[in-house]
């Protein structure tokens, strides 16, 4: 179904990551420690700036491409491949997307360089319910003083600007909500404590602190009021990417699980020729590839310009789903071995790929946005 | 659910709890983090009899069924999955295979110093390349007249840095398949004897879990364990026991998981209420509970089955099969009722979720419960 340039795109980042990202996925795990080694070879390579035009020092692609680098990096890698989710779809969209000429020339060029943007909407007690953000932001004359914490940043650590939202109304009644660039250096930033997670384990994931952060007023992001659909939109987006994650986590533990089914002996005989094998084997591969094309359709479609919201969350819904029950499925085709942490990598992504039926919209908010598409339009296919 | 147990069963079941609850579950965290199994905690279920939980009471145990000891199990299962299975080793397996093969002397031996958890068990049957092909097993115990010469490898030994006693499958017969399997005894510290860097493990990392190497290790004659060549037979009605435990272990791990889910919704507010509020998360619960005791009454049937001496081969692969799929069902919810805080250390479900994948793995892996069932079924 692909053309012939998405295929060689893709055997170009295969090869590019089983040659650069896999030798140290075990080891970031492990040590539970960011991937700095892959920053320059994965900036060289463009995946820092995928969507990026070349005016801004880009080497965009389509969302297509995009999602396959985003698929293939997870396969080997799943701390990359959501470094790399996060940093384009939800750090680096949004500036395009909603931001001045001021704000992209600012900002763009040094994400395609490779030096990370975040995207903080959740707080502690904001997480599906994205519209109870409690940070605030005060307009005085010369800017905004921010005040407040979000958690779950991916690459919070790393990144030189975050996209954060925070209410902007002095009333706690009135939810309108406002984006902002906000950059690290500034006083009252502050990077908070580094989760300790069941997986992704290499991704850079702490908490943000504003206190009295004064942004200026050119660091507003698109107008005042519009935070809050700024990020559902930009979401609908993240979603595929981490529907491709899911995807590349599935398909690594089945790459896995094949070829580890088809050399262990027991009772005589590979273990692949034993039906109940087989037919894991089988489940698992039809299953993926549906959640593929589920996913390189919702990117299609966006990049055709045309509405994807529901189709991100099915995607992202089925493929995390999938994927999960794949990564189950190879671990116990492995059996035990499967569940020492190495020499085989399915414990480790059947750890990560939990991740992705959580963030960025849990299933169940998935299942929310999708039920709410089809009874607003009555529209069944 | 508890009407398998005895009033008196059902005090010790209790007791077993507050120990859980008290001693075993505030350091939990800090033994996964570690993958240590702290001896006062060893020392502590040892003053209560743990050690000898079924092992007869002439040898020094308390001398329970396996019923009561199961309902014990899934007390300390549900605190820490980790410290569970180093018990659930120890008795259901070491203990009980000498208990219900080994000759007087041997019982008289072992049985009491490893009832008072002086000496704990490890039982060795796994080899890197014999798992649920347990017949192919490669390692040897050679007849040197008055002693045996083991050698060979075995893996995933549990409780093997602190063992006193390992139970080791050996073939007496290479030519033979199963018929060729003889059990013995070996003592810690035994020449040739060699113990492994501990495993690094996705869960239970509480537990010890080790490849030990027997190299020429001199084994006596009267540390065979039953008859010549009945090693397999004795693995696999021992088997039995291992995974009704197994099936225990998995149900506290569940049912641990369902509470932190439970007391999470009630608390955790979006969108103005709580999220129990949310029929997505209330069908999860009801779910999660109703699993959880049909689990527990197929694991009760196997465990009485066995206490009567009747056959419970099918009853316990069942017990196994269900608990071990329903334990990672009920995780996996309990994760996704938490959201992202269900994905960090902070909250247990972290652990459960990692804790109960192994229930599908070891004492057999789900294909082989379903094999088991399936000849059953087919035999009659």
């Known amino acids: 179904m692909l053309e012939k340039r998405h295929q060689e795109y893709r055997e170009k980042i295969r090869a590019f990551c089983l040659e650069k990202i896999e030798p140290l996925a075990a080891t970031l795990d492990e040590e539970q420690r960011f991937h700095d080694e892959h920053m320059k070879p994965l900036t060289e390579m463009g995946l820092f700036s995928c969507l990026i035009p070349e005016e801004y020092g880009g080497q965009p692609v389509d969302t297509l491409s995009y999602i396959i680098a985003v698929e293939e990096a997870s396969r080997v890698c799943g701390s990359t491949g959501i470094t790399l989710a996060a940093h384009n779809s939800l750090g680096c969209f949004p500036i395009l997307e909603f931001g001045t000429e001021e704000q992209r020339k600012k900002y763009l060029p040094r994400a395609a360089k490779g030096e990370l943007i975040a995207f903080g909407l959740s707080e502690p007690d904001a997480g599906s319910d994205a519209g109870g953000t409690r940070t605030v932001a005060i307009k005085g004359n010369d800017g905004w003083v921010m005040n407040g914490s979000k958690c779950w940043i991916t690459s919070a650590t790393k990144a030189f600007a975050t996209i954060a939202t925070a209410r902007t109304s002095e ?3 009135d939810r309108t909500i406002t984006s902002f660039i906000l950059e690290k250096d500034w006083s009252g930033y502050a990077v908070g404590k580094k989760e300790n997670k069941l997986g992704l384990r290499g991704s850079d994931t702490a908490f943000l602190h504003f206190d009295d952060l004064k942004v200026p007023l050119e660091n507003q992001l ?3 009021g519009e935070g809050f659909k700024q ?5 609908d987006g993240g979603r595929i990417s981490i529907g491709a994650m899911a995807l590349g986590l599935g398909q690594g533990a089945l790459d896995v699980a094949l070829k580890y089914a088809s050399e262990r002996v027991q009772f005589g005989k590979p273990i692949s020729y034993n039906q109940a094998i087989q037919h ?3 489940d698992m591969a039809t299953e993926i590839q549906a959640a593929r094309l589920m996913i390189y359709e919702a990117a299609i479609l966006k990049d055709a310009g045309a509405p994807f919201s529901r189709q991100s969350a099915m995607c992202k819904l089925y493929a995390s789903e999938v994927a999960t029950r794949a990564a189950a499925s190879a671990l116990t085709v492995l059996g035990s071995i499967g569940y020492l942490t190495g020499p085989y990598p399915v414990e480790r992504m059947w750890r990560d790929v939990k991740l992705c039926e959580i963030g960025e919209g849990t299933s169940e908010i998935q299942r929310l946005v999708i039920a709410r598409d089809l009874l607003k339009t009555m529209r069944t296919v | 659910m508890d009407f398998y147990l005895t009033e008196d069963e059902l005090e010790l079941k209790q007791m077993a709890r507050e120990l859980a609850d008290k001693r075993i579950y505030p350091r939990a965290l800090e033994m996964d983090e570690e993958g240590i199994t702290p001896q006062d905690l060893i020392d502590e279920c040892a003053e209560l009899g743990y ?3 079924t092992v007869p009471e002439e040898y020094g145990g308390l001398g329970m069924s396996a019923t009561a000891f199961m309902g014990v199990l899934e007390e300390i299962c549900a605190a820490c999955a980790g410290f569970g299975i180093m018990l659930s080793v120890h008795n259901s397996l070491t203990c009980e295979i000498l208990k219900l093969y080994g000759s007087e002397e041997l019982k008289k031996k072992y049985l009491p110093v490893m009832a008072t958890g002086e000496k704990i068990g490890a039982y060795c049957i796994t080899e890197p390349d014999a798992g649920t092909d347990v017949a192919s097993i490669k390692c040897t115990a050679v007849d040197k007249g008055d002693h045996y010469v083991l050698n060979g490898t075995k893996t995933f030994v549990t409780n093997a840095c602190f063992a006193g006693v ?3 499958f050996a073939k007496t017969d290479p030519e033979a398949k199963h018929k060729g399997i003889s059990t013995l005894v070996v003592d810690a510290g035994s020449e040739g004897l060699s113990i492994g860097q501990p495993e690094k493990k996705c869960g239970i990392k509480a537990s010890d879990t080790r490849e030990i190497n027997l190299n020429d290790v001199k084994v006596p004659k009267e540390n065979l364990i039953g008859n010549l060549g009945d090693g397999f037979k004795m693995c696999v009605g021992i088997l039995n026991s291992g995974r009704i435990g197994v099936s225990f272990q998995a149900i506290g791990i569940a049912r641990a998981a369902l509470n932190e889910a439970i007391k999470y919704s009630k608390e955790r507010v979006q969108f103005g209420q709580a999220i129990c509020n949310f029929q997505a998360i209330q069908w999860k619960l009801a779910e999660m509970a109703t699993r959880i005791d049909a689990g527990r009454l197929l694991a009760y049937r196997a465990a009485q089955l066995k206490d009567q001496g009747k056959p419970c081969h099918r ?11 329903m334990a990672n069902y009920v995780c996996n919810e309990a994760v996704q009722t938490h ?10 479900v972290e652990r459960y979720f990692r804790d109960a994948r192994v229930t599908e793995l070891y004492e057999g892996t789900s294909e082989a419960q379903r094999m088991v069932i399936a000849r059953d079924l087919l035999r009659e």
């Open chain 1, 222 to 224: 698109g107008e005042v």
């Open chain 2, 51 to 53: 050690f000898g939980f």
């Open chain 1, 171 to 173: 009333d706690p009644a």
């Open chain 2, 315 to 325: 009853e316990s692969s069942m017990a196994k099969l269900f608990c071990s799929q």
């Open chain 2, 339 to 348: 959201g992202g805080y269900g994905y960090i250390k902070e909250y247990p």
């Open chain 1, 231 to 235: 990020a559902l939109i930009t979401l």
């Open chain 2, 166 to 168: 390992f139970i080791v």
């Open chain 1, 280 to 282: 894991r084997l089988a």
